[in-house]
């Protein structure tokens, strides 16, 4: 059975709660932090000291959402050796998340040339069962390292000549709570109920929306210039046209797909513009926020409701991640953003606690089996059907329509459904994810 919150739990406030899962993040975030996690390393080098070889480990969900992707700033080139090798080349790990903003040409040409001479190596830690990124730098006479553990911007130690060291990036980090307490948040979150997150949304104060605005305006950002370009896929854009030929479907579901998809598109292409992630992956935070915003241009609700939708779609998404973890063999984008989505828009629609939960549940017997094949352009199909989804799941919430526990994997509630949801993944998901990677590493090879 579910956990509750309890005095054994630890206990977060919602800004505390934001500013630990919710953070802009400029392309993908498994080759962000695999940069990052390189930037760090390199920031112990001193004047004139230059990188000769890099060596990454990773866990299996970081080295499959690395493989298909583009990066920022280097005109749609893909690969975990190249994002290594910009961020140990140009990276400022003080930037983090976003430090591939504005790469420079010298530093693109840089990088490539060590992935071109075979001094770049990335190597699957396969028996890794949460998120891994172990650096290692030559250069000169000496190697420095760096280590990132459970949350992409989690850098636990740095290393010069294999001894730990303390530096002043690290002492800030430490100082500002920056990769602290990701254990006891994911406690919390596993047990926090949604009459505790209802409970949230009234304690928001004015910091706190003015940060979710910036989060809506990032994405929606994104989504226009995926509209505008037509980038990767072409998702949003193919989306848009089917909808300017048919006005019977110029509706919120459509929209909302529109919406996300686009963002989507542009982001998995490699656009030079942050996303607003959520607990760690920001197709989760384009899936959380969009379809939001697309019901409130259909709708015209007051700004401050959104807002608390939005919030509340954070929350159901951390929430459900907590349980299938970080990197899983589920698309999370689909089954825990598009869950937050469907509890935000059934909040901004006026439902209450029942609405919420049955929109969550809904969500969950509809998109539970949606499979992660690693982060890619196509990932815009997937956000896309988790927004139409998240429209769909709450508004047959508002008319009382909620799949009843005698069904699938549905429980009695949101956090009883969560629950299972999670034992699933525990459960299958671990062989599920392997097969997924041979898969895809039987086509690299081929």
């Known amino acids: 059975m579910p956990s509750q919150s309890g005095n054994d739990q630890p206990e977060f406030t919602v800004q505390q709660f934001l500013e630990h899962q919710i953070a802009p993040t400029t392309g993908c975030t498994e080759p962000v932090a695999v940069a990052f996690g390189a930037a760090a390393a390199a920031s112990l080098l001193e004047t004139g000291e230059s990188v ?24 749609g080139l893909r690969g975990l050796e190249l994002a290594s090798a910009l961020g140990a080349v140009c990276g400022d790990p003080a930037h983090g998340m976003q430090l591939l903003r504005d790469t420079e040409e010298k530093c693109l ?18 028996d890794a069962d949460s998120l891994l990124i172990e650096t290692e730098l030559e250069a000169n006479e000496r190697t420095c390292g760096s280590l990132i553990r459970e949350r992409h911007e989690n850098l636990v130690s740095l290393t010069s000549r294999g001894e730990e060291v303390a530096s002043d990036f690290l002492t800030k980090r430490e100082s500002a709570g920056s990769h602290s307490g990701t254990g006891d948040m994911d406690r919390w979150l596993r047990g926090l109920t949604l009459d505790a997150m209802l409970g949230m949304l009234p304690r928001l104060d004015r910091y706190d929306l003015d940060f979710l605005r910036r989060g809506v305006e990032m994405n929606v950002a994104l989504s226009e210039q995926g509209l505008a370009r037509s980038c990767g896929d072409g998702v949003g854009a193919g989306l848009a046209a089917l909808q300017e030929a048919d006005d019977a479907g110029r ?25 607003m992630s959520s607990a760690g992956s920001g197709n989760n935070g384009l899936t959380a926020v969009l ?16 807002l608390e939708g939005v919030c509340l779609s954070h929350l159901v998404n951390a929430v459900i991640k907590a349980h299938l973890g970080r990197l899983s063999a589920v698309c999370s984008c ?9 509890a935000g828009i059934a909040h901004i629609l006026g439902g209450g606690k029942d609405a919420v939960s049955a929109a ?86 081929s």
């Open 52 to 75: 000769r070889r890099i060596r990454v480990r990773v866990d299996p969900g970081v080295y499959k959402n690395g493989l298909g992707v583009m990066i920022p700033g280097t005109g």
């Open 251 to 275: 509706d919120m579901e459509r929209s909302a797909q529109v919406w996300t998809a686009a963002a989507a598109d542009a982001r998995m292409a490699g656009v030079d513009l942050p996303a």
């Open 291 to 306: 379809p939001l915003y697309a019901v409130q241009q259909n709708l015209s609700c007051p700004e401050d409701k959104l």
């Open 334 to 342: 689909s089954v825990a953003a598009g869950s937050g989505a469907a």
């Open 360 to 445: 969550v549940i809904n969500v969950v017997e509809d998109l539970a089996g949606v499979l992660c094949d690693g982060a890619k352009p196509a990932c815009a199909l997937k956000l896309a059907t988790a927004a139409g989804s998240a429209v769909r799941s709450a508004r047959l919430a508002l008319r009382g329509v909620r799949i009843p526990s005698s069904e699938g994997i549905a429980g009695d509630g949101l956090e009883e459904t969560v629950y299972y949801l999670g034992a699933l993944g525990r459960r299958g998901f671990p062989q599920l994810n392997r097969a997924i990677l041979e898969t895809m590493l039987d086509k690299k090879r």
């Open 109 to 126: 040409a840089a990088a490539r040339a060590l992935v071109q001479q075979g001094k770049v190596s990335v190597v699957l830690q396969d």
